[in-house]
């Protein structure tokens, strides 16, 4: 069974920083594309940063320079870096597997920039 775990999530000041953590179960991590989506209230789900099976990234422009996705494959967990913070990147953060165009998502973890 493939599931993933989000953590990390939290409170935080603008220009702030909080790093998010995604572990992933199952052998097929390390063959996954790992991405990260967000979802603000009454707002559609949007993708924030991608990293591909080969370390390839791909950024929402609204985060480029600011956020910064990695992964460790003997830890089944891609983590998302987010510096200089601000209130509209208030949403609930979401971990997506993919592998072989099926996808498997996280629960969600919660953001909260405010002052």
């Known amino acids: 069974q493939v599931q993933s775990v989000e953590s990390g999530g939290g409170p935080a000041q603008p220009g702030g920083s909080l790093r998010l953590s995604c572990v992933a179960s199952?052998?097929?991590?390390?063959?996954?594309?790992m991405g990260w989506y967000r979802q603000a209230p009454g707002k559609e789900r949007e993708l924030v940063a991608v990293?591909?099976?080969?370390?390839?990234?791909t950024y929402a422009d609204s985060v480029k320079g600011r956020f910064a996705i990695s992964r460790d494959n003997a830890k089944n967990t891609v983590y998302l870096q987010m510096n200089s913070l601000k209130p509209e990147d208030t949403a609930t953060y979401y971990c997506?597997?993919?592998?072989?165009?099926?996808?498997?998502w996280g629960q969600g973890t919660q953001v909260t920039v405010s002052s």
């Open positions: 990293i591909t099976s080969g370390g390839s990234t």
């Open positions: 997506r597997q993919t592998f072989l165009k099926v996808e498997y």
């Open positions: 199952g052998r097929i991590f390390s063959l996954s594309s």
